[in-house]
């Protein structure tokens, strides 16, 4: 049986309720701290209005069992109390930040073309969790983690970089992370929303009256997985604010031109905002979304992202250009890596535990712009032969590769599911209504959604395009 098969059975063994729930084992003691100082009081597990268990209820648990790892209780709260920050809703009233454009409006100083926000912004704070030590890093690099379809802030990184950025020696950065409503699996514009109301709330957290040539001191890195890329690249070109607020942008798995591997059928909304011609996407890269607004490190696994297909070459997913000359480094595991245990089969939850992905990571946090390759900054001689990140173990990696069956169960409970792709706010219909009904698919593009009609979603391992199969087979690399 395959890893991936096994985790699916694992996962729905966790999610069957039994007729009397085992008591809770005590936590080893090398688990990671209680709950974060700004998650409520632990609470009886939520039900959804069918009676079924909320997704927020069953991540955490599913996980813990799935991976073998500790979750720790309140890691997920959409709950947290944090300090109102004033002059950032409905819009942005009064940015400090003196960088960030501003026009004359009646309802004060705003960036153009910043939309309202839709969500109160209670819920917009409350879906913020910082770590139990941000104030004690406060002066450090500040970072956002956003997580991906079907998953939770906490849960979806407290295996891999939560991990690393808190037993970081010398400690490097400070952190949080978002726990949206619904896991992600809302639509993708209300998601979005979060993210970019995170990014101001955080940069105001932070500020401590720097001017001049320390304005940028702390602005954040902000780091994505799978669909959290999407709802960070909208956040940045809808409210442009944003652009001078983050000092870069890590992208892991990213699907920036979503997935064929995504069925335009009834599913959770953004599920069908993924499809690879969806309406959203199009409109995302329409006007040059499909390059970087800030200094962006992508890396991506390329034929074994079992969710994100094509992601290869120019035309993989991931792949950003960088029309605006902002600096984008595109690292393809594979390519970059081959026959390293870095670029050994890390499928699209894989990239989060692996050793070269966090050496990028950490270069771009500490040095901002791009992640650089070369002595000084990541050696790829040196980082590429470890199977996971260093500082990571077996039951990580184990409990990082479980998000993926979570985040199936947790897609498959979103209520209601949509019959056809949610129509785009105001502020994007328009650019939408300007594209015209969707294309057909690329023919390279169309062979790889024929190689993969009838295969289960998270299918152990996609079917890339043959030919580009074969060149890589040629050029050692086997798939």
């Known amino acids: 049986m395959s890893l991936s098969s096994l985790l699916k059975q694992k996962a729905i063994a966790a999610l069957t309720p039994t007729g009397t729930p085992a008591p809770a084992a005590a936590a080893p003691t090398a688990a990671a701290p209680a709950a974060p100082v700004t998650a409520p009081p632990a609470a009886a597990a939520p039900t959804s209005k069918f009676g079924l268990p909320s997704l927020k209820s069953v991540t955490s648990d599913a996980l813990s069992t799935i991976g073998g790892g500790v979750i720790p209780t309140g890691i997920d709260s959409t709950n947290n109390t944090n300090i109102p920050l004033g002059g950032i809703y409905p819009r942005v009233y009064a940015p400090n930040d003196p960088r960030v454009t501003r026009v004359n409006d009646p309802s004060g100083h705003i960036p153009p073309q910043t939309p309202d926000y839709s969500i109160p912004e209670d819920k917009l704070r409350a879906a913020i969790q910082l770590d139990p030590d941000w104030d004690k890093y406060i002066d450090l690099h500040p970072v956002l983690l956003v997580p991906g379809t079907g998953s939770y802030g906490g849960s979806c990184y407290h295996h891999n970089f939560a991990k690393l950025l808190r037993n970081a020696s010398p400690r490097f950065a400070t952190f949080a992370w978002l726990n949206i409503p619904g896991a992600m699996c809302d639509k993708s514009p209300i998601n979005a929303e979060y993210v970019a109301y995170a990014m101001h709330w955080l940069w105001l957290r932070t500020y401590r009256g720097y001017t001049g040539p320390d304005i940028n001191a702390h602005q954040i890195t902000v780091i994505g997985w799978s669909q959290g890329n999407l709802s960070i690249q909208w956040a940045f070109k809808y409210w442009p604010h944003t652009q001078n607020l983050c000092k870069n942008f890590v992208a892991i798995s990213a699907d920036f031109h979503g997935t064929v591997l995504a069925p335009p059928i009834a599913a959770a909304p953004a ?175 169309q062979a790889i959604a024929d190689a993969n009609k009838g295969k289960a979603l998270f299918s152990s391992k996609p079917t890339v395009d043959p030919n580009v199969a074969s060149a890589l087979e040629a050029a050692g690399v086997k798939t």
Request: glycine share 8%; with cysteine.
């Open 271 to 445: 599920i069908l905002h993924q499809w690879y011609l969806s309406n959203f996407i199009r409109t995302l890269r329409n006007n040059d979304g499909d390059s970087a607004y800030v200094p962006t490190t992508s890396i991506y696994s390329s034929i074994y992202d079992e969710v994100v297909q094509p992601q290869i070459g120019t035309i993989a997913s991931a792949y950003l250009k960088d029309k605006r000359g902002v600096g984008v480094l595109n690292f393809d595991l594979q390519e970059r890596c081959p026959l390293k245990p870095a670029g050994a089969p890390h499928g699209h939850s894989g990239v989060l535990y692996n050793n070269v992905a966090w050496a990028l990571t950490k270069d771009a946090i500490i040095n901002g712009g791009c992640a650089v390759l070369g002595e000084g900054r990541v050696d790829l001689s040196k980082e590429e032969w470890h199977p996971w990140a260093v500082g990571l173990n077996i039951v990580d990696v184990a409990a990082t590769l479980a998000l993926i069956p979570v985040a199936a169960v947790n897609m498959i409970k979103f209520l209601p599911p949509a019959l056809v792709e949610p129509a785009l706010p105001p502020y994007a219909a328009k650019e939408s209504a300007t594209l015209g009904p969707a294309p057909a698919l690329d023919p390279q593009i």
